[in-house]
């Protein structure tokens, strides 16, 4: 089938005298063959005929996309047009899918592919509609797709609904996919895990841009794995004696934890070892990998196709370099009830998995290991049966679901056992700074917030909102941007002035809830870029001018009592991460500081109690009370001498004879007490003004010949 379409498409580049690469070049190749196929022109002189009399290729594409329509529309009279729409290489799972809905005649599926390169050869009859043409999907009442973004010329009216690519754990499921992947352009995720209703995200709060989907919830329904029950059912089928497959499989990133020679080593070994089983070696599909030595052994077979179902139901042992969360060996322990092994070329430490794992770290432990598992068919078998269960929604039923999941979406009815999280339009009255602020504030997910900074970047927002974002969501582009900058000072201030920015544009018509969005954001990130600006910044004039536009933010009267609350749960906690929002509260709520010290001095914590006062001095160092505290701390931790001169700089700051109760003992049992009154002479106002005091403090003086004595 490709070598026809590239020929019409040099074709057509000819006439119109264009770049074969050209998208134009693509889509009007695949419409002339889907129409064609369809008849609606001659097959043997449908080239010709149809780019004849057109003097743009765009004139053409138009032409064949409305005669591509009226097939469509004619087709989908008597039935519910269900669009599968394969825009990007993996199409494994939404064809399971779309075989599933095909056999139904409830529903007339179509199957979308935007790419000849990327026609999936289990497709015979498929659609396409170019880039600009999305508009024309309108008939359709639900789309189905596996990957994202989708692109947002898709009309909102046409419910969207998510195939996983594989069987993820369950926190990933939720966290990841729902707010980094899904969330965004789908109504309807189809999860392959059970959901714990416990446990339900917190809303998605976005700009009217980023949401691509017409509902105001995105619903995660427990469907399971078509992939998954494939393999359980073909598996459970092969009886054990039956079995004869030894599996070795690469993941993704090859070569960045060995080389081909190892991987010989590795099948040679294998082929060797196991005479009476085949050694199926199976590389990632997208990779290239050389075809091995060990391919001359006879029971050695190299495995490319587009499926692994079938032999890897006949599998009695699978083998990996690398377990990832969303890999296969998931999918094929949890069906077969075999454990995977996972060998390593290079040492490392043993991971934590949700299913059981048999490690090696050298061909002896790897041989060892194979013979384990052969010589036990039921080790760890119960237990995963048991996590089957957990880990599985619907094992085996998968198909039997989803043309309810479908009519259910489409007539918005509630499914049974789904989870929806409120996906909120941000009003685009709000400035813009300050809709995206919202929007990356109400998102915990690192990945979820790198697809705002992409969304906006995509949108060709400014690049200090870009920036921004990725730079908070550990993005390696910018931190890129940050490294290679020759003003690093400068990219940082940029980010800072992004967030004060939107900070400063809260008022009273701001909701609650993104006030405190905002004010958890200023505490923890903002914090954590102030303190990186006072690092870099050498202008005092710049700092101070910074400085009041930061500390006005923060006194926002819509924001100030929610970035409270924030400090003090930071100040609450132990972790010395919190240091940076520490010193940026105590300046503005000192009382506050005090009370969470008092805190642990009650509860005789005297090292936290310490730590905390010490940052919160960094931000207020003149607060003699806070001094006084840290005095104290150190005697309890059996610090005299950092005590003494805490107390020392207390009385400094602020004249008070009460102290001198605890500061007369600790110079009276010091061996050299002057070097702690070589103040007195410039400062003899705050020595004590209570006699006791003084006749004590004097007749230390003449005991160690401190020439202070005259000023008593």
Same mark, same amino acid.
């Given at each position: 089938?490709?070598?026809?379409?590239?020929?019409?498409?040099?074709?057509?580049?000819?006439?119109?005298?264009?770049?074969?690469?050209?998208?134009?070049?693509?889509?009007?190749?695949?419409?002339?063959?889907?129409?064609?196929?369809?008849?609606?022109?001659?097959?043997?002189?449908?080239?010709?005929?149809?780019?004849?009399?057109?003097?743009?290729?765009?004139?053409?594409?138009?032409?064949?996309?409305?005669?591509?329509?009226?097939?469509?529309?004619?087709?989908?009279?008597?039935?519910?047009?269900?669009?599968?729409?394969?825009?990007?290489?993996?199409?494994?799972?939404?064809?399971?899918?779309?075989?599933?809905?095909?056999?139904?005649?409830?529903?007339?599926?179509?199957?979308?592919?935007?790419?000849?390169?990327?026609?999936?050869?289990?497709?015979?009859?498929?659609?396409?509609?170019?880039?600009?043409?999305?508009?024309?999907?309108?008939?359709?009442?639900?789309?189905?797709?596996?990957?994202?973004?989708?692109?947002?010329?898709?009309?909102?009216?046409?419910?969207?609904?998510?195939?996983?690519?594989?069987?993820?754990?369950?926190?990933? *499921?939720?966290?990841?996919?729902?707010?980094?992947?899904?969330?965004?352009?789908?109504? =309807?995720?189809?999860?392959?895990?059970?959901?714990?209703?416990? %446990?339900?995200?917190?809303?998605?709060?976005?700009?009217?841009? +980023?949401?691509?989907?017409?509902?105001?919830?995105?619903?995660?329904?427990?469907?399971?794995?078509?992939?998954?029950?494939?393999?359980?059912?073909?598996?459970?089928?092969?009886?054990?004696?039956?079995?004869?497959?030894?599996?070795?499989?690469?993941?993704?990133?090859?070569?960045?934890?060995?080389?081909?020679?190892?991987?010989?080593?590795?099948?040679?070994?294998? +082929?060797?070892?196991?005479?009476?089983?085949?050694?199926?070696?199976?590389?990632?599909?997208?990779?290239?990998?050389?075809?091995?030595?060990?391919?001359?052994?006879?029971?050695?077979?190299?495995?490319?196709?587009?499926?692994?179902?079938?032999?890897?139901?006949?599998?009695?042992?699978?083998?990996?370099?690398?377990?990832?969360?969303?890999?296969? =060996?998931?999918?094929?322990?949890?069906?077969?009830?075999?454990?995977?092994?996972?060998? +390593?070329?290079?040492?490392?430490?043993?991971?934590?998995?949700?299913?059981? *794992?048999?490690?090696?770290?050298?061909?002896?432990?790897?041989?060892?290991?194979?013979?384990?598992?052969?010589?036990?068919?039921?080790? =760890?078998?119960?237990?995963?049966?048991?996590?089957?269960?957990?880990?599985?929604? %619907?094992?085996?039923?998968?198909? $039997?679901?989803?043309?309810?999941?479908?009519?259910? #979406?489409?007539?918005?009815?509630?499914?049974?056992?789904?989870?929806?999280?409120?996906?909120?339009?941000?009003?685009?009255?709000?400035?813009?700074?300050?809709?995206?602020?919202?929007?990356?504030?109400?998102?915990?997910?690192?990945?979820?917030?790198?697809?705002?900074?992409?969304?906006?970047?995509? $949108?060709?927002?400014?690049?200090?909102?870009?920036?921004?974002?990725?730079?908070?969501?550990?993005?390696?582009?910018?931190?890129?941007?940050?490294?290679?900058?020759?003003?690093?000072?400068?990219?940082?201030?940029?980010?800072?002035?992004?967030?004060?920015?939107?900070? %400063?544009?809260?008022?009273?018509?701001?909701?609650?809830?993104?006030?405190?969005?905002? #004010?958890?954001?200023?505490?923890?990130?903002?914090?954590?870029?102030?303190?990186?600006?006072?690092?870099?910044?050498?202008?005092?004039?710049?700092?101070? #001018?910074?400085?009041?536009?930061?500390?006005?933010?923060?006194?926002?009267?819509?924001?100030?009592?929610? *970035?409270?609350?924030?400090?003090?749960?930071?100040?609450?906690?132990?972790?010395?991460? %919190?240091?940076?929002?520490?010193?940026?509260?105590?300046?503005?709520?000192?009382? $506050?500081?005090?009370?969470?010290?008092?805190?642990?001095?009650?509860?005789?914590?005297?090292?936290?109690?310490?730590?905390?006062?010490?940052?919160?001095? $960094?931000?207020?160092?003149?607060?003699?009370?806070?001094?006084?505290?840290?005095?104290?701390?150190?005697?309890?931790?059996?610090?005299?001498?950092?005590?003494?001169?805490?107390?020392?700089?207390?009385?400094?700051?602020?004249?008070?004879?009460?102290?001198?109760?605890?500061?007369?003992?600790?110079?009276?049992?010091?061996?050299?007490?002057?070097?702690?009154?070589?103040?007195?002479?410039?400062?003899?106002?705050?020595?004590?003004?209570?006699?006791?005091?003084? *006749?004590?403090?004097?007749?230390?003086?003449?005991?160690?010949?401190?020439?202070?004595?005259?000023?008593?």
């Amino acid at each position: 089938m490709h070598t026809r379409l590239w020929e019409m498409r040099k074709r057509i580049a000819s006439h119109f005298s264009l770049v074969e690469s050209t998208p134009e070049c693509s889509s009007s190749t695949l419409l002339l063959d889907i129409l064609a196929r369809e008849k609606s022109i001659d097959p043997t002189t449908y080239l010709k005929q149809a780019i004849s009399g057109f003097s743009e290729i765009s004139e053409l594409i138009s032409h064949l996309v409305q005669k591509q329509l009226d097939i469509l529309i004619e087709l989908s009279k008597s039935q519910i047009p269900i669009a599968f729409w394969q825009h990007k290489g993996n199409a494994q799972p939404l064809w399971a899918a779309y075989d599933v809905l095909t056999i139904n005649e409830e529903f007339r599926s179509l199957w979308f592919v935007q790419d000849e390169l990327n026609v999936f050869s289990n497709i015979e009859r498929y659609w396409h509609l170019p880039d600009g043409q999305e508009f024309q999907l309108q008939f359709v009442q639900l789309l189905v797709a596996c990957d994202y973004p989708l692109n947002r010329r898709i009309p909102k009216s046409i419910k969207r609904m998510a195939v996983p690519h594989a069987m993820y754990r369950p926190e990933i *499921v939720r966290e990841h996919f729902c707010l980094s992947r899904y969330g965004f352009s789908f109504d =309807y995720f189809l999860s392959p895990v059970p959901l714990n209703q416990s %446990n339900i995200p917190k809303p998605l709060h976005l700009p009217a841009d +980023c949401i691509l989907h017409s509902s105001n919830e995105f619903t995660i329904i427990p469907a399971g794995y078509s992939s998954f029950d494939k393999l359980y059912r073909l598996s459970s089928n092969v009886p054990l004696e039956h079995k004869k497959y030894i599996i070795f499989q690469l993941t993704t990133k090859l070569h960045l934890d060995f080389t081909d020679d190892e991987i010989d080593v590795v099948l040679m070994t294998l +082929c060797d070892a196991f005479t009476d089983y085949t050694i199926l070696f199976r590389p990632w599909i997208s990779e290239s990998v050389k075809v091995p030595l060990s391919s001359q052994k006879s029971n050695f077979e190299y495995d490319k196709s587009q499926s692994y179902h079938k032999k890897y139901s006949q599998a009695r042992v699978y083998i990996s370099h690398a377990l990832h969360p969303s890999d296969t =060996y998931r999918t094929f322990s949890l069906a077969t009830g075999i454990p995977p092994i996972l060998h +390593c070329f290079k040492p490392r430490p043993n991971g934590i998995h949700d299913v059981p *794992v048999i490690y090696s770290n050298n061909i002896q432990e790897l041989v060892q290991a194979v013979h384990t598992v052969l010589s036990d068919p039921h080790l =760890y078998r119960t237990k995963l049966e048991d996590l089957r269960q957990q880990y599985v929604a %619907n094992p085996g039923r998968t198909a $039997e679901h989803f043309p309810i999941y479908v009519k259910s #979406a489409i007539n918005s009815q509630p499914i049974p056992g789904s989870m929806s999280v409120p996906v909120v339009e941000i009003p685009k009255e709000i400035p813009v700074e300050l809709q995206w602020l919202i929007a990356f504030c109400s998102l915990s997910n690192s990945n979820a917030r790198n697809r705002i900074a992409e969304m906006i970047k995509n $949108e060709n927002r400014s690049s200090a909102s870009f920036n921004f974002f990725a730079f908070l969501s550990n993005s390696n582009e910018s931190f890129k941007l940050l490294y290679r900058s020759n003003e690093p000072f400068v990219f940082v201030k940029h980010l800072l002035g992004f967030l004060l920015r939107a900070a %400063n544009s809260i008022n009273a018509n701001t909701p609650d809830p993104w006030r405190k969005l905002i #004010a958890k954001h200023m505490a923890t990130d903002g914090a954590y870029l102030w303190t990186m600006f006072i690092q870099e910044c050498d202008d005092e004039e710049l700092l101070s #001018a910074t400085r009041q536009t930061y500390y006005s933010a923060l006194r926002n009267p819509y924001l100030s009592k929610y *970035v409270l609350q924030h400090s003090k749960m930071a100040m609450l906690a132990s972790d010395t991460h %919190n240091k940076d929002i520490i010193k940026l509260a105590a300046p503005l709520f000192p009382e $506050e500081s005090k009370t969470v010290i008092s805190k642990y001095m009650a509860e005789g914590d005297y090292d936290t109690a310490l730590r905390l006062t010490n940052s919160y001095l $960094e931000g207020f160092p003149s607060d003699a009370e806070l001094h006084n505290v840290a005095g104290f701390c150190y005697l309890k931790i059996n610090q005299p001498d950092a005590a003494l001169s805490s107390w020392i700089i207390s009385i400094m700051c602020k004249p008070q004879d009460s102290l001198w109760s605890r500061i007369l003992p600790l110079l009276e049992s010091e061996p050299e007490p002057s070097r702690f009154l070589n103040w007195a002479q410039s400062c003899p106002d705050r020595l004590p003004q209570e006699k006791r005091y003084r *006749v004590r403090l004097k007749k230390l003086c003449v005991l160690k010949k401190i020439p202070i004595g005259s000023l008593l």
